[in-house]
């Protein structure tokens, strides 16, 4: 490697925090379960004290999480959930959060049901357009929080047209990156202040452990959110951070073949009779809109992942079709290797309800699908087989 230049990422994802173990030399991050540590002395110690505070296993995970966003410091927290809490407690009773309209399910869930009772007010727009986020900032406005994707209808927003925005108005703007992970997108360059990831997605990779972490452009950021590891407690294990760090060795592969399938079956759907449409920002479309979307795609992401949203017409047709399904697993969640298919309106959107739902577009035909690293033939076949069915 050339002196002064960056490693690639797929060099950092498996060497960056993830350095041989010095006492042993192990090629793997050690699993530290220890609780406590010994001390020398009063005030004495070798950098830990208590796991709550700090832990080596989940220290190297966050050493490494941050390398792949090109942050300055990363902190895990024990779900997706509690890492976007951790971010809104960084804000007090009286501030303005300016929201995109379609996020998760249950991030709205947190926000109304929950934080709205600490104080914490929010306004929700569609962020696709970047000037509705302008109108909709107060001056109690303290924060934008983004996602891009947007889960489930793919929604895009110009990141870095919506950061010239936070900077004017002083808002710090939050992405949720969980659908692209950092091997597609990065919006720290794009001129974010934080990015947000459910770990147990993409980046865990394999179905089988809960994590959230977020990335930070700014050192008083991760001293905050540090503090609030160490007071809330909701903190990552060092199992779970080991299994993060073991499946982000293998993250630039997976995600090559995430996008290859994941673009071949969004041809494959948007050319079939039976699916009335598809979303999928590496789909052109016709319209105007869809054009743009699409133009926006390839300027702020090097991939279109493996996100899919489709409609089959009714709650009835995705029924039928879901249950005839072999390949692809019914299931909430995304970014495993397996291809998991989901249904928004009954699974990761029940809470919003029926009016809810109707006001940004999630009908009860709407499919999702987090097409996974299976033999392509084998997935499209399996759908086929789904939507014959209707």
């Given at each position: 490697m050339k002196k002064n230049r960056q490693a690639g990422f797929a060099t950092r994802a498996i060497h960056d925090g993830q350095q041989p173990d010095p006492l042993t030399g192990a090629v793997n991050v050690p699993i530290y379960l220890s609780s406590t540590y010994v001390q020398q002395?009063?005030?004495?110690?070798?950098?830990?004290?208590?796991s709550r505070v700090s832990n080596p296993t989940r220290d190297r995970l966050e050493e490494n999480l941050a390398s792949l966003e090109g942050g300055v410091a990363a902190r895990v927290f024990g779900s997706g959930m509690a890492a976007i809490n951790a971010i809104a407690s960084m804000l007090k009773s009286g501030d303005h959060l300016v929201c995109g309209n379609d996020l998760y399910g249950g991030t709205q869930r947190l926000f109304n049901q929950v934080l709205t009772g600490f104080g914490l007010e929010f306004s929700y727009v569609d962020t696709s357009d970047a000037t509705n986020v302008e109108r909709a900032i107060r001056k109690n406005t303290r924060m934008v929080y983004v996602e891009t994707p947007t889960n489930p209808l793919m929604r895009l927003s110009d990141l870095e047209e919506i950061s010239k925005i936070c900077r004017r108005k002083k808002a710090e703007l939050v992405v949720d990156n969980t659908f692209m992970s950092p091997y597609f997108q990065q919006p720290l360059a794009l001129g974010a202040d934080m990015v947000v990831h459910s770990t147990t997605k993409f980046l865990n990779?394999?179905?089988?452990g809960l994590g959230g972490v977020v990335v930070c452009s700014k050192p008083e950021q991760a001293e905050m959110l540090a503090f609030l590891q160490k007071c809330a407690g909701a903190i990552l294990s060092p199992f779970e951070c080991w299994m993060v760090l073991r499946g982000v060795k293998t993250l630039a592969a997976r995600m090559e073949i995430h996008d290859r399938n994941g673009r071949a079956v969004a041809d494959f759907l948007a050319?079939?009779?039976?699916?009335?449409?598809?979303?999928?920002p590496g789909l052109a479309g016709h319209s105007q809109d869809e054009i743009a979307q699409h133009d926006l795609a390839k300027r702020q992401m090097s991939g279109f992942g493996s996100m899919i949203t489709f409609e089959t017409g009714s709650l009835k047709n995705a029924n039928r079709m879901l249950k005839k399904l072999r390949v692809c697993s019914l299931g909430e969640s995304l970014g495993g290797v397996e291809t998991l298919i989901s249904h928004?309106?009954?699974?990761?959107?029940?809470a919003l309800g029926e009016k809810g739902r109707k006001a940004i577009g999630i009908t009860d035909g709407l499919v999702r699908i987090s097409v996974g690293i299976e033999d392509l033939q084998d997935i499209l076949d399996d759908l086929e087989m789904g939507l014959a069915a209707i």
């Open positions: 002395g009063i005030g004495e110690n070798k950098g830990y004290e208590y990779g394999h179905s089988d050319r079939h009779k039976k699916v009335k449409k598809v979303f999928y928004p309106a009954t699974m990761t959107h029940a």
